[in-house]
């Protein structure tokens, strides 16, 4: 990537009291990027984030989000970001369409209300007010206000708490609609590995503070290829070649080999191993 990057984060460290949330963090994000913060509870994700966001303070480190230091940052750039926190304030006796609307008179240059509502799926609940709204319906209103600003970078903490599978996968499409026509550069936080293995084509693994790894979900779970595993009716073996093994197998019993099973670690495996006793 050739442009500036949207974030560019070095040493970030942040406490509370005896507690070390963020440890010394590095990160870049670069624009058009969606990157996932993946990591277990208390890992530093929200609190970084939210540095990020500027909503929180840091001890050290330098940060840069659009060229600016969030920490000193103005209207003009907060205008080009788009926030979606885990803990969404009250407008319960709003609808859904005045919402969006409200929202919208904040930002210079917003998407017209309407249009979002659609692009979040909210159309036949645009008149209902939000505290008649289900969990998911909640969060994608929360979307909607966090992307009708037409923000150049989207901070998602953790979007689809609590979805069902279904709801998920719908939000997975918004946000690569978002990502894709939209160019929308996107930092979200996630426990789900099936949402940043579907939505990020980085992943940065957070544990204690820290980022222990920092790779595409293929490239995660490349580096483990040595750990492909093959069994079959007497023998088990791990190898990185498992093709030659297999090879040798076949000869070794004149064809088919009996009940051959060949494993490769999933993403899941990858990062149990990476967070160790960190959750
Ligand atoms: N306001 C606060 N005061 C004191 N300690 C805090 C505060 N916010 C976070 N912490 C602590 O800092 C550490 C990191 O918390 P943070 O919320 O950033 O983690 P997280 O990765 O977002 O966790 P989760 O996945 O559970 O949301 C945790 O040990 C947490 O208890």
């Keep these: 990537m050739t442009e500036t990057p949207a974030i560019r984060v070095r040493g970030l460290r942040r406490t509370y009291g005896d507690t070390v949330a963020v440890a010394g963090l590095d990160l870049d994000v670069g624009a058009g990027e969606v990157v996932a913060l993946l990591g277990p509870n208390g890992a530093g994700k929200t609190t970084t984030i939210e540095i ?19 920490a000193h940052a103005d209207l003009d750039w907060r205008a080009r970001i788009g926030i979606v926190t885990q803990d969404s304030g009250d407008l319960g006796e709003l609808t859904v369409h005045e919402s969006v609307s409200h929202f919208a008179h904040y930002y210079p240059r917003p998407h017209d209300p309407e ?3 659609e692009l979040v799926g909210l159309t036949a609940k645009a008149t209902a007010r939000v505290r008649t709204l289900s969990g998911g319906q909640r969060r994608r209103l929360d979307v909607a206000l966090g992307i009708v600003g037409r923000p150049r970078l989207l901070f998602l903490d953790e979007p689809t708490t609590g979805f069902d599978p279904q709801a998920r996968r719908r939000f997975w499409d918004l946000i690569r609609q978002l990502a894709g026509a939209g160019g929308c550069t996107i930092l979200l936080s996630t426990h789900y590995l099936q949402e940043a293995e579907a939505l990020a084509d980085r992943v ?29 009716s007497d023998g088990r073996q791990e190898t990185d070649d498992p093709a030659a093994l297999i090879a040798t197998l076949t000869t070794r019993y004149g064809g ?20 160790g006793d960190g959750s």
């Design 52 to 70: 990020l966001e500027g909503h929180r303070h840091r001890d050290a480190g330098a940060v840069n989000v659009l060229g600016h230091d969030p």
């Design 115 to 117: 249009q979002v509502i």
């Design 204 to 232: 940065a693994v957070i544990v204690g503070g820290r980022i222990v790894a920092d790779a595409t979900p293929a490239a995660l779970v490349g580096r483990a290829t040595a750990r492909t595993v093959v069994r079959w």
């Design 256 to 275: 088919a080999v009996p009940e051959l099973t060949v494993s490769r670690p999933s993403l899941e495996d990858v990062y149990l191993d990476l967070i």
